[in-house]
Structure formats: C-alpha cells, structure tokens
C-alpha cells in the first residue's frame, strides 16, 4: 500500500528499492537537513557550540552550492572552515569556542607530528604496542577503548552530539567528545606513551618508533626552551600558554636524572594531557 512520509506520499506498487529511494529523496529536500547537517559538520571540524548564524551560512551553502545544487559536501565543507566564526572565533569567543580532541585524532596527531614508522600492520609506541591489552593493529587504532572499530554503542557515533559534562550542560553547551573522552581516556593514551621500557608489561619486539631524536637532542643539550618552542609548533600550532609552559619546564629541571629519551616521552605526554592541547581551537 501506500506510505506517507512527512507529508509525502509514495505511492503504492513500488519495489523495495524504489521506496526506500524515495524516501531518502523526502528526507534529503526536507528543510531541516540543512541545518542538521550542518551542525554536525561544524561540530566535527570546528565548534562544538556554534552560533545560530554560522550554523545558517552552512546550511545555506549545503542548500545551495551557488550553482543551484543542492548537497555538494565540498561547498558544505569549504563554507565551514572558511566561516569568519571558524576563523576568528578563538579571540571573538574564547570562552565557549572550540571542541575536545577525541581519542582518535590524538593518536593520530601524535604519530603525525613525529613520523612514526612501521615495518609492518601493527604499530608499536617504543616498546609497547599501542593497546596494551588486546594489540591492536595499525588500520584499526584500537589504542583507546573509546574509539576502537567496531565499539561504537550505537549506529550514530562514539559519543552523541547533544552530550555534556554537567557544568556545562547548565550553561546550556555541549561537548560530545567528553563522552568517550574522560579522565579513563587521558590516562590510557598517557601509559601508551610514557611506558616504553615494558616495566608494567612484558616487552615486546619494537615495530615501528617515533621519531624523537632531534628532541632527544635538545633535551641531552640542556636546551629547555628550544624543545618547548618546538613541541609548542608541532603539538599546539603556537598556543601553549604561559602557565603550561612554566609547569612543564619546571618538570624537567626537577628530573635531570632521568634519562633524556624518558624524559622527552614523558614532557610530551605532559604537553599533550594539557587543556592547551585537549581544546582545539
């Protein structure tokens, strides 16, 4: 028989794949996907708490490309982060700009910014494999519990987007990412990086490394502030605050008995356990 979709009526006779075509047709021209889509998007890729407007200049561009096409994902994504809101949020609206580093894409930026390397599909953090406790290959970054393949509670997403710590929730923000993203979280991805001699676990062959020499360098070299200027480019893009910054040079002035490649591991988990580094901005 026939169905009636939003007020859209498929008519009766149909196959299965004709319906179901349709009906993504109604929901696709539906005025309520612009926006919806555009949320999302802006909160993957830049804000977790946009603006009614930015999430407007987004929502037009996914409705009309400028070409009179509607859902040309590149236009939807060029107007997101070409947004005057995406460009100068951080310093028109700090205090709420901004979204939290997921799991994944800490893990990623920390093999990124220093060239891990691998001799075959499974990647190693010094000594220990990325997820300690199952060895999770490369492809399917399993190093965190939150964001393995495959765990997702639901269809939708590791976290949802509407989630928010309580003290945020009353001032009615969000922040999705804190869903699978807790305290647990940090501490996990910490051990990942700080145990690389296998002094909790066994030690296992050595795959794949990152490339830490030249931090190395500067630590053994007593050069404090040149290794802080240079995890401060390639971890923060130049943002490490002045606090962080004290905190952590304090740090190693107090541990000058350990060993200089331990220490470097341990001054970038420091870095990276930072509200400089958790809040992209």
Same mark, same amino acid.
């Given at each position: 028989?026939?169905?009636?979709?939003?007020?859209?009526?498929?008519?009766?006779?149909?196959?299965?794949?004709?319906?179901?075509?349709?009906?993504?047709?109604?929901?696709?021209?539906?005025?309520?996907?612009?926006?919806?889509?555009?949320?999302?998007?802006?909160?993957?890729?830049?804000?977790?708490?946009?603006?009614?407007?930015?999430?407007?200049?987004?929502?037009?561009?996914?409705?009309?490309?400028?070409?009179?096409?509607?859902?040309?994902?590149?236009?939807?994504?060029?107007?997101? =982060?070409?947004? /005057?809101? *995406? &460009?100068?949020? !951080?310093?028109?609206?700090?205090?709420?700009?901004?979204?939290?580093?997921?799991? @994944?894409?800490?893990?990623?930026?920390?093999?990124?910014?220093?060239?891990?390397?691998?001799?075959?599909?499974?990647?190693?953090?010094?000594?220990?494999?990325?997820?300690?406790?199952?060895?999770?290959?490369?492809?399917?970054?399993?190093?965190?519990?939150?964001?393995?393949?495959?765990?997702?509670?639901?269809?939708?997403?590791?976290?949802?987007?509407?989630?928010?710590?309580?003290?945020?929730?009353?001032?009615?923000?969000?922040?999705?990412?804190?869903?699978?993203?807790?305290?647990?979280?940090?501490?996990?991805?910490?051990?990942?990086?700080?145990?690389?001699?296998?002094?909790?676990?066994?030690?296992?062959?050595?795959?794949?490394?990152?490339? =830490?020499?030249? /931090?190395? *360098? &500067?630590?053994? !070299?007593?050069?404090?502030?040149?290794?802080?200027?240079?995890?401060?480019?390639? @971890?923060?893009?130049?943002?490490?605050?002045?606090?962080?910054?004290?905190?952590?040079?304090?740090?190693?002035?107090?541990?000058?008995?350990?060993?200089?490649?331990?220490?470097?591991?341990?001054?970038?988990?420091?870095?990276?356990?930072?509200?400089?580094?958790?809040?992209?901005?």
């Amino acid at each position: 028989g026939e169905k009636v979709i939003m007020g859209h009526t498929i008519p009766a006779g149909g196959d299965t794949r004709t319906d179901i075509n349709l009906a993504l047709n109604i929901l696709f021209n539906h005025p309520n996907t612009g926006p919806f889509i555009a949320r999302q998007m802006i909160q993957r890729l830049v804000t977790s708490n946009p603006s009614p407007e930015y999430i407007g200049r987004v929502a037009a561009a996914f409705n009309d490309n400028g070409e009179g096409v509607r859902g040309d994902l590149k236009a939807v994504v060029k107007a997101v =982060l070409l947004d /005057e809101e *995406a &460009l100068n949020g !951080a310093t028109t609206n700090p205090a709420t700009f901004g979204k939290v580093r997921e799991p @994944l894409l800490f893990v990623s930026h920390l093999f990124r910014a220093f060239h891990a390397q691998k001799e075959d599909n499974t990647l190693y953090l010094g000594d220990q494999p990325l997820y300690r406790y199952a060895s999770y290959g490369f492809n399917g970054t399993g190093y965190t519990k939150q964001e393995g393949p495959l765990e997702s509670l639901t269809v939708f997403n590791h976290f949802t987007p509407e989630d928010a710590p309580y003290s945020l929730k009353k001032e009615g923000l969000v922040a999705p990412e804190f869903e699978v993203f807790g305290t647990d979280g940090v501490h996990q991805q910490l051990l990942g990086l700080i145990n690389k001699d296998g002094f909790i676990y066994e030690t296992h062959e050595v795959t794949a490394e990152l490339q =830490l020499d030249a /931090e190395t *360098a &500067l630590m053994e !070299a007593g050069k404090y502030d040149e290794l802080l200027d240079r995890l401060n480019t390639l @971890l923060l893009g130049g943002g490490m605050s002045a606090i962080t910054r004290n905190t952590i040079k304090g740090y190693i002035e107090q541990q000058e008995n350990i060993p200089s490649d331990k220490r470097v591991r341990y001054v970038i988990s420091l870095v990276m356990a930072s509200p400089d580094y958790a809040v992209q901005r």
